[in-house]
């Protein structure tokens, strides 16, 4: 398994709170990525980065922002969260953008917002 | 632009029958494509992916897909279904480039096996 770990595993918060996700990998994969999970959606890209301090957004960006300062920490930021971030988050890298090139995933972390 | 379906959004089959779980894509660049299966409170793990070398691609557990560039396809089987194959199945395809390998997900087809 690719050494992906993300924390929390599980959180509760209440709407309007800040609340942030790490991910953490020991691959040393240039390339990392944040999904979410929703029944009926599949995965959808939140935001990637392909280096420090380099990152960009994916399709469902909106409330969400993203840091990496190290190569192995990937830090997922809801500002204010509202209860349509409910949802599990997945974490995944690769290393290489190439198109055929193997994304590989974390456990998740499942967060409500109440 | 890329995008994937997945016919059906739950799939029952009993022990021992064919699993047949179907995926269609559209892609403006010539295609890869994946299929990952996901088992309860668990990430995602690879099954396999097809990377234009063979249009039959194998894949771990006993899986398979064949890639069919005239119909769009790249539909998931296996001959014999186990209690262990009960878990929920994404087909991806790769983007176009432009967002640094990212992957457009179907939305997922759950797999019940009865005994």
């Known amino acids: 398994d690719a050494g992906i770990t993300q924390s929390p595993r599980h959180k509760v918060t209440e709407t309007g709170t800040p609340v942030t996700l790490r991910c953490h990998q020991t691959?040393?994969?240039?390339?990392m990525y944040w999904y979410r999970q929703d029944p009926g959606h599949g995965l959808r890209l939140i935001h990637y980065?392909?280096?420090?301090?380099?990152?960009d957004k994916g399709e469902v960006s909106d409330g969400y922002s993203v840091s990496r300062s190290k190569t192995e920490d990937f830090l997922l930021t809801l500002e204010s969260a509202t209860s349509s971030q409910t949802s599990v988050y997945f974490c995944?890298?690769?290393?290489?953008?190439?198109?055929?090139?193997?994304?590989?995933f974390g456990p998740g972390t499942r967060l409500l917002v109440l | 632009a890329q995008s994937v379906t997945q016919l059906g959004s739950h799939v029952s089959v009993s022990e021992g029958a064919l699993v047949l779980l179907r995926c269609n894509y559209s892609?403006?660049?010539?295609?890869?494509l994946f299929w990952y299966v996901q088992y309860p409170n668990q990430g995602l793990q690879l099954l396999l992916k097809?990377?234009?070398?063979?249009?039959l691609v194998k894949g771990i557990n006993g899986f398979e897909a064949e890639f069919k560039k005239s119909e769009t396809s790249f539909h998931l089987t296996k001959p014999s279904a186990h209690m262990s194959d009960a878990a929920e199945y994404f087909c991806?395809?790769?983007?176009?480039?432009?967002?640094?390998?990212?992957?457009?997900f179907g939305k997922g087809t759950k797999l019940s096996v009865k005994p």
């Open positions: 995944a890298i690769t290393g290489t953008p190439n198109r055929q090139e193997t994304q590989y």
């Open positions: 691959e040393n994969h240039r390339y």
């Open positions: 980065s392909y280096g420090v301090k380099d990152t």
């Open positions: 892609s403006s660049v010539p295609p890869y």
């Open positions: 097809y990377t234009s070398a063979a249009t």
């Open positions: 991806a395809v790769s983007g176009d480039g432009g967002s640094q390998g990212n992957l457009i």
